[in-house]
């Protein structure tokens, strides 16, 4: 198993660009989030889904957006990137959260100028 | 809302040092809490998963212990090596849907 994977790694974008930060999974996982680590503020969860075409905002949603086609694929979409959107975002899937653990992509790592 | 703290915010230890990381969180209707690792520029690892229901969890030189009622988790690792520096992280689960609420981090050094 691949595990959770995530594309690209690293990604410089300019203000006002859009852009779409791949998340993957090969383990029939059913839930899956999107969190982005910022010094100082830890890690938020901006959007995350319970199962395909299902999902739902967390605690930073404003200026993204996502879907869920199939179980496993779950893309985060950037809007209009701003540069308050600089940060690194992690991927994360569980089968079933409350008695399961949760495996974490390697993150990417996102700057806007 | 559910707030989660972790004290210290960074700890040295030398080698071989038994050692305590602290997570208090604020509200104690959480479906379990997790402990995590993160290795510099990567992602993270679950070390531990405590169900509501218990009150510790081991795994080799790592155990886990949960007090719902007072807000609070320890992580005590054993016989503490280099290999273990890295920062570590709690979360609590506070919905069934997947919203993890996570501390701040503590930031380990272990010393040879």
């Known amino acids: 198993n691949a595990g959770v994977t995530q594309t690209p790694k690293f990604q410089v974008l300019k203000t006002g660009q859009s852009m779409t930060l791949q998340c993957a999974q090969d383990m029939n996982h059913e839930y899956m989030s999107w969190y982005r680590q910022d010094p100082g503020m830890g890690l938020r969860l901006i959007h995350y889904s319970v199962g395909a075409g299902i999902t739902d905002q967390g605690e930073v949603p404003n200026g993204y957006n996502v879907s869920r086609s199939t179980t496993e694929d779950f893309p985060l979409r950037l809007l209009s990137a701003a540069p308050s959107q600089t940060s690194v975002y992690f991927c994360?899937?569980?089968?079933?959260?409350?008695?399961?653990?949760?495996?974490f992509g390697p993150g990417t790592r996102l700057t806007v100028l | 809302k559910q707030e989660v703290t972790q004290i210290p915010a960074a700890l040295s230890v030398p080698e071989g040092e038994n050692l305590v990381l602290n997570c208090s969180f604020t509200?104690?209707?959480?479906?379990?809490l997790q402990w995590f690792r993160q290795d510099p520029g990567k992602g993270l690892t679950s070390l531990l998963l405590?169900?509501?229901?218990?009150r510790e969890q081991t795994s080799g030189r790592l155990n886990a212990s949960l007090d719902k009622s007072s807000g609070r988790s320890t992580l005590y690792i054993a016989a503490s090596q280099p290999g273990d520096s890295a920062t570590y992280l709690c979360a609590v689960l506070v919905n069934a849907g997947n919203m993890l609420t996570f501390g701040g981090g503590t930031r380990l050094m272990v010393k040879p």
């Open positions: 509200d104690s209707a959480i479906y379990n």
């Open positions: 405590i169900q509501s229901s218990q």
């Open positions: 994360a899937s569980s089968y079933y959260p409350v008695t399961d653990t949760q495996y």
